[in-house]
C-alpha cells in the first residue's frame, strides 16, 4: 500500500514539473521571438520594401544627373 502511494505522488510530482518545464520553456521561447526573430524580421521587410522604392528613385536620380551634367 505505501509503494502504491509513493507511486502515485511519484507521478503527481513528475507531471507537475512537466507541465512546469513545458510553461517555462514557451515563455522562453515567447521572449526570443519578441526579442530577436521579430525586429530581424521587420527590418528584413522594411529594408526589403525601401529597397523597392529606393531603386527607381535612385536610377532616375542618376539619369537625370548624367543627362544635366552634375
Known amino acids: 500500500m505505501f509503494t502504491a502511494i ?3 505522488l511519484f507521478l503527481m510530482v513528475f507531471f507537475k514539473l512537466l507541465v512546469l518545464a513545458f510553461k ?13 526573430v521579430f525586429p530581424i524580421v521587420a527590418l528584413t521587410l522594411i ?8 531603386l527607381p528613385v535612385i536610377l532616375i536620380a542618376g539619369i537625370t544627373g548624367m543627362a ?3
Open 6 to 8: 509513493c507511486l502515485i
Open 24 to 36: 517555462i520553456g514557451w515563455g522562453i521561447l515567447k521572449i526570443s521571438l519578441y526579442l530577436v
Open 47 to 54: 529594408f526589403g520594401g525601401f529597397f523597392f522604392i529606393a
Open 68 to 70: 544635366v551634367g552634375a
